[in-house]
């Protein structure tokens, strides 16, 4: 079946303006996370979403950064203001979080470059 | 605070040998975990997971080992090919805390040379 995709799958923007990044997960998958690599990070941990609720948006970095997921479906990354360090693949991740399996499968990112 | 530690950062194995990447945690509430192989441009692909009740999974040529004393666990790569060259990464999460969000380590870059 299909798998997790996003889009764009690469931005490019300038400092300061705001960019909307897209994710599908599996379908039927409950669960959805962001995550964000880069080189110097690693993959850190954004947001958490069951359905469409956020219970667990501790990786945010800050209130430039904002998700919503609707119809338990798609889910949309926004960035306020974007700054330099911002520049980083973004990646969505989906998963059936069950009482028994929560592996998570990944989209292919979108690479967000701020010149 | 680094709470999965993973090690080396680079290897490069001869084609047919076993490739061995090395992880540990802080955090003893940590009870699954994946790896994860990356190939540029890709996103993470799940590999093999492990649960702490066991030592050791094996699916084809990949094995998890686990040591719950040691809070280590290990990838091995048995016979390796030059298409297992990838970034891979070993990951932690806690079930039941709601979030399931996987730490990750920072990544081993293999390269398997012919």
């Known amino acids: 079946g299909a798998g997790v995709s996003q889009s764009p799958s690469n931005k490019v923007t300038e400092k300061g303006k705001d960019v909307e990044l897209r994710c599908d997960p599996i379908s039927g998958h409950t669960a959805l996370y962001w995550y964000r690599q880069s080189l110097g990070q690693g993959l850190e941990f954004l947001i958490y979403f069951q359905g469409n609720s956020a219970p667990d948006k501790s990786g945010l970095p800050s209130d430039r950064f904002s998700a919503e997921r609707t119809g338990g479906s798609v889910s949309t990354l926004t960035i306020q203001r974007t700054q330099q360090e911002d520049s980083a693949v973004y990646l969505c991740?989906?998963?059936?979080?069950?009482?028994?399996?929560?592996?998570?499968?990944f989209g292919p990112g979108t690479r967000l470059t701020v010149t | 605070q680094q709470q999965v530690k993973q090690s080396p950062q680079s290897l490069i194995v001869q084609k047919g040998g076993i490739s061995i990447i090395n992880c540990a945690y802080e955090?003893?509430?940590?009870?699954?975990f994946p790896w994860y192989q990356q190939f540029p441009g890709k996103g993470p692909a799940l590999l093999i997971a492990?649960?702490?009740?066991?030592s050791e999974k094996k699916e084809g040529r990949f094995t998890i080992s686990f040591n719950k004393s040691a809070k280590q666990f290990s990838l091995h790569i048995m016979d390796s090919q030059p298409g297992d060259s990838a970034t891979y990464f070993c990951?932690?999460?806690?079930?039941?805390?709601?979030?399931?969000?996987?730490?990750f380590g920072k990544g081993t870059k293999l390269s398997v040379i012919p």
């Open positions: 492990i649960r702490p009740d066991v």
């Open positions: 955090n003893t509430a940590f009870d699954y």
């Open positions: 991740a989906s998963s059936l979080t069950s009482v028994t399996t929560y592996e998570q499968y």
């Open positions: 990951a932690a999460s806690i079930s039941g805390a709601g979030s399931y969000q996987l730490t």
